[in-house]
């Protein structure tokens, strides 16, 4: 097990539409809200605050259909993502935010800065799915059921997808937090695999026009990614006023699990520079 140095309290909270399961770290300054990819849950993101100098309050919800937040047989379009996270920061009174989006993760943060501008002074956007290559959307599709129930717990962890770079730490850390155990002693993902499939089929759609984000914007690719390729970046950094870049190398698509103290680090250094209050 995996000792923090600053470890998370587990929270939940009811909202208009589902109850919520989140990680909440205490702290002052403008909170930092970390939204996790599709088919994971809150837990991408411990190592990542654990490595962060930075004072400030973060918290990272479970999304609906993950981790252990509530798992609705509808609403999985991304919009509705948006609408829970409105919904969130309003339930905890928080009236504005860092966002921090890693892959679908991403494409929800963009919606929300573009739709609800007053509401985030920072954002950090990581390998989002933008016009996601079908080949890799229907390969992660076909995994989202194919690979969901496992023989055995060992099995399942090294089946997480990827993991190749990750450590040790982190693949014994994540799956713990992010499998099922049966009755039976089989294991399953923590997470609704229809709503996750469908969710993922929407990154091959052209969401392009519906970005319209003016807050200071850090962007960071994991340097061997295929998901967000460099001319994707090159093409969202032309689309946000002052937005910086950055590939992260040996890394691929997971940054918060493959480089940890290296997102925390453009994280920090970001935060203080661009985004008043701290």
Request: glycine share 6%; charged share 25%; net charge negative.
């Amino acid at each position: 097990m995996v000792t923090f140095k600053r470890p998370a309290i587990v929270e939940e909270i009811r909202l208009p539409r589902l109850r919520v399961n989140y990680l909440d770290w205490p702290g002052a300054g403008p909170p930092v809200l970390l939204m996790h990819p599709n088919r994971t849950n809150a837990r991408v993101w411990d190592f990542v605050v654990d490595a962060s100098a930075l004072p400030n309050r973060f918290i990272a919800p479970d999304a609906r259909g993950h981790g252990l937040s509530d798992y609705p047989e509808r609403g999985y379009v991304l919009q509705e993502y948006v609408w829970d996270l409105v919904e969130f920061l309003d339930a905890l009174q928080i009236d504005r935010i860092v966002l921090v989006g890693a892959a679908t993760g991403g494409n929800i943060a963009l919606l929300v800065a573009s739709q609800y501008p007053q509401r985030i002074a920072g954002l950090v956007v990581a390998d989002p799915g933008l016009s996601l290559d079908k080949k890799i959307s229907g390969d992660v599709k076909e995994e989202i059921v194919k690979n969901f129930r496992f023989p055995d717990f060992e099995t399942a962890k090294a089946a997480m997808p990827f993991s190749a770079l990750w450590s040790d730490a982190m693949k014994d850390h994540y799956a713990e937090h992010s499998f099922k155990r049966l009755d039976s002693g089989e294991v399953e993902w923590r997470y609704y695999p229809a709503g996750a499939q469908y969710t993922e089929g929407l990154l091959e759609e052209d969401m392009w026009d519906d970005i319209n984000v003016s807050c200071p914007t850090l962007m960071m690719r994991g340097a061997d990614s295929h998901v967000f390729p460099a001319h994707n970046m090159k093409r969202l950094q032309e689309m946000i006023p002052g937005s910086e870049a950055h590939d992260i190398h040996a890394c691929d698509h997971r940054i918060s699990q493959d480089q940890p103290e290296t997102m925390a680090g453009l994280i920090d250094d970001f935060v203080k520079r661009r985004v008043a209050g701290v």
